[in-house]
């Protein structure tokens, strides 16, 4: 299975996704600087403008990055398995003396564990950065995280789970449509159904919602390979 993991980021370029991922962790990590520090939040008064209940800075660095990370795994998943199903080199693929079943899973568990590692470390440096202006800045937001935690840690590993096992729900209905634009439009609803507020509802703060989320989108993952050994690509 790590031969397969390896050979998938050799043969689709992993170089190219490390370097964009860099790239969308500095631009993050400017965003949320000068959104906590440089006032771009604020009403013309210059009191916050934010909804009750997410005046903590943690809400928009959970906020933006699990916008920008399940898009940008189910964009990986739309290159490393949907489009082989559009352009038909899954047979190529297919034709090693590999069950179809791994090789999807171990597509599947690539850009998994790319995303994961890439959103943890992003959320590390979007903190560090904030925690580090916050002792010689006045922050807009209130600084309600504490790096110095076990439970600060455990919480942003369970969340980066919970975002990234997600695009597994894009990434069966991009394979049942066979369209990698598929893919990445449900990555969109996903988020709108996972972040959006209705009145004081959110789904995004309440604690059963990860466990069953997590659930389901393993539960997608299944269903995106069980058929493989019999289905005619």
């Known amino acids: 299975m790590l031969k397969l993991i390896k050979l998938e980021y050799q043969k689709n370029q992993i ?16 965003f949320i600087f000068a959104l906590a520090f440089l006032g ?9 403008d934010a909804a009750e209940g997410m005046n903590g800075i943690s809400s928009p660095i959970e906020l933006f990055t699990s916008i ?3 898009i940008f795994t189910s964009v990986m998943l739309a290159s490393f398995i949907v489009s ?5 080199t ?13 090789i999807l899973a171990a597509q599947m568990i690539a850009v998994w564990i790319f995303n994961f590692i890439a959103l943890v470390a992003t959320k590390l440096l979007l903190y560090t950065c904030v ?33 990234v096992s997600m695009s597994f729900i894009a990434l069966f209905i991009g394979t049942t449509m066979n369209s990698s634009k598929a893919t990445i439009i449900t990555s969109f ?3 709108f159904l996972t972040q959006a507020n209705i009145g004081d509802l959110s789904l995004a703060n309440n604690a059963i919602f990860p466990v069953i989320l997590t659930v389901i989108s393993l539960l997608f993952a299944w269903l995106s390979i069980r058929n493989a050994e019999t289905k005619d690509f």
């Open 189 to 191: 609803i996903l988020i």
């Open 131 to 163: 925690s580090l202006g916050s002792q010689s800045m006045l922050s807009s937001f209130v600084i309600d995280f504490q790096m110095g935690t076990l439970s600060f840690y455990l919480q942003l590993l369970i969340k980066s789970v919970v975002t």
């Open 15 to 30: 170089t190219k996704y490390i370097r964009n991922a860099v790239i969308l962790a500095i631009f993050l990590c400017i």
């Open 40 to 48: 771009i939040a604020n009403d013309p008064d210059g009191t916050l």
């Open 90 to 102: 899954i047979h190529l693929m297919f034709s090693y003396p590999i069950k179809r079943q791994k």
């Open 68 to 70: 920008s990370f399940l």
């Open 84 to 88: 082989t199903y559009r352009n038909k």
